[in-house]
């Protein structure tokens, strides 16, 4: 679980405008008169940072190149309108993933995996310690070859026509972090939902007090949070800046549109997830995420695009082996799924996994003592990993997952009970291709996909159905990452796996 931020250099009082155009000599280097230009507006270390880099930085013909004051250590500048601040050494340890995560876009639309276009990359990045704030070079093409050569998606004509003309553009940018601090408090929040209340905060909380000016003992303080390991991948240009909108996923930014009088910057909400690089360097972060929950969440990413891509799985034919005419109901007491211990329910769930066995939601439901709700669940499963990711919510779940197996070994019962259900049961191809032939001679129909029946609207009308489906997602994502291990074609087992989902 985690923020994404958005915030403009417009949020804090940086004395001059976001972007400039640089003006170049023709060996790259800032000439004498450009220089003095430069120095009025990066000051004499800012130049001198970036007149170190330019050495070393090659620009494509009839590109330009675009100097971007991003925003203000919380030292100098305090909390920017948002309420968001960022901490003088957080700024200097982060602002190089700009260069690594960010690109140029509009109105941050902003998933090149989705086919969203990009307009510029970014070149060098650097701490001005003399204006204590991050300042970037950004390299923006003006013809369409030109972007073919930077591997952009169209020239930044927009951009161009008003740099050229000397005019200032709204820019506004994105980072992800695992969570933020108040600074009244210090309480840790992933999400909105987790801020801190007038009972366990004395400057009000920051669920109600945000950016407000809160007297303590004759300390006025303006109640804010700060961001810790910022990840930085968006820079784009929007039709008005987005000084108003920090959440953590979509349900909170529609709250906080109605609340906070939103001006209107976008016709909709943006997309507010980050992308799946951003999201894996972040999970990787020291002390935030062991190497279990990494690998999950990137296999969870995987099964999210997976799940977008129904072309990609197994075939509609596979979905007979999991009909309840090949594979009826598994025996819970058999494996001590039904226990009331969880340990032992976690070496259950192991000794199936290493059989390449995954429980079928309806089974799932049965254990969970949820059985009423597999129709709807299954009704939801189609996208839970995405709308997961979407609020946020995926990490945490991944990190707390009840039904997760353990690595500990199965008690000899339960191993028994698991190699004699491989047959019936189990994703290796043997065994589904045997099922699938003997529906098909039986003469029975291929089941109907239940789960592409879901909409967004069904999973907000059915809360406990989606909460089963998303439990039995992340069950999935465990078990999947334990047959990994060991499974030399896993990509085509995760390919089954989706077409499981399929049938209830």
């Not at 003006?23 to 007149?51: C, Q, T, W, Y």
């Not at 340990?343 to 259950?348: D, L, Q, S």
Request: net charge positive.
């Amino acid at each position: 679980m985690a923020h994404v931020k958005f915030f403009s250099p417009a949020g804090w009082d940086l004395g001059v405008p976001a972007a400039s155009m640089m003006k170049l000599a023709s060996n790259g280097r800032l000439g004498p008169n450009d220089r003095r230009e430069f120095v009025k507006r990066a000051g004499v270390a800012g130049a001198n940072i970036f007149d170190n880099q330019l050495e070393t930085i090659k620009f494509a013909k009839d590109t330009i190149p675009v100097h971007l004051i991003a925003l203000g250590a919380k030292e100098a500048y305090g909390p920017n309108r948002n309420g968001d601040a960022f901490t003088e050494a957080m700024l200097k340890s982060a602002h190089d993933t700009f260069v690594k995560h960010a690109y140029w876009f509009r109105n941050h639309k902003n998933k090149k995996a989705d086919g969203n276009p990009h307009f510029g990359t970014v070149k060098a990045s650097a701490y001005n310690p003399q204006m204590r704030r991050v300042e970037l070079i950004c390299e923006l093409p003006t013809t369409k070859e030109a972007a073919d050569r930077l591997g952009c998606n169209g020239p930044a004509d927009r951009e161009f026509e008003k740099l050229a003309r000397g005019e200032d553009i709204a820019v506004s940018m994105a980072c992800r972090v695992p969570y933020d601090v108040c600074s009244g408090c210090g309480n840790k929040a992933r999400t909105r939902e987790e801020y801190c209340k007038a009972a366990s905060c004395k400057y009000g909380g920051c669920e109600a007090n945000l950016t407000k000016l809160v007297k303590i003992a004759g300390d006025a303080h303006i109640l804010h949070v700060e961001n810790p390991n910022p990840i930085f991948f968006d820079i784009s240009n929007v039709f008005r800046p987005a000084d108003r909108i920090a959440y953590a996923g979509k349900a909170d930014w529609l709250t906080k549109a109605a609340g906070d009088n939103w001006d209107g910057t976008y016709d909709s909400p943006p997309d507010v997830s980050a992308p799946i690089s951003v999201v894996l360097a972040q999970s990787m972060l020291p002390g935030q995420w062991t190497p279990y929950v990494q690998e999950q969440i990137k296999l969870a990413h995987g099964l999210a695009a997976l799940d977008q891509q129904p072309e990609r799985w197994a075939g509609d034919a596979v979905k007979r082996a999991f009909a309840a005419d090949v594979q009826p109901d598994i025996d819970l007491d058999a494996l001590e799924l039904s226990s009331d211990k969880p340990e032992k329910v976690a070496a259950a769930l192991g000794a199936l996994a290493d059989r390449k066995i995954i429980l079928p939601l309806r089974d799932f439901g049965r254990m969970t003592k949820r059985a009423m709700l597999v129709d709807d669940a299954g009704a939801c499963l189609r996208g839970v990993y995405y709308r997961m990711i979407d609020d946020g919510s995926l990490e945490r779940r991944l990190s707390t997952n009840r039904y997760a197996p353990i690595e500990k070994l199965a008690s000899s019962k339960q191993r028994e009970v698991a190699a004699k259900m491989v047959s019936t049961y189990s994703l290796e191809k043997t065994s589904v291709d045997s099922r699938s032939t003997r529906s098909a001679i039986r003469g029975h129909q291929v089941p109907s996909s239940k789960s592409t029946i879901w909409n967004e609207k069904k999973a907000h009308d059915s809360p406990l159905a989606e909460e089963l489906a998303r439990d039995y997602a992340c069950y999935k994502v465990a078990a999947l990452r334990r047959i990994a291990q060991f499974d030399d074609e896993f990509t085509l087992t995760a390919r089954i796996s989706m077409c499981q989902n399929q049938v209830i």
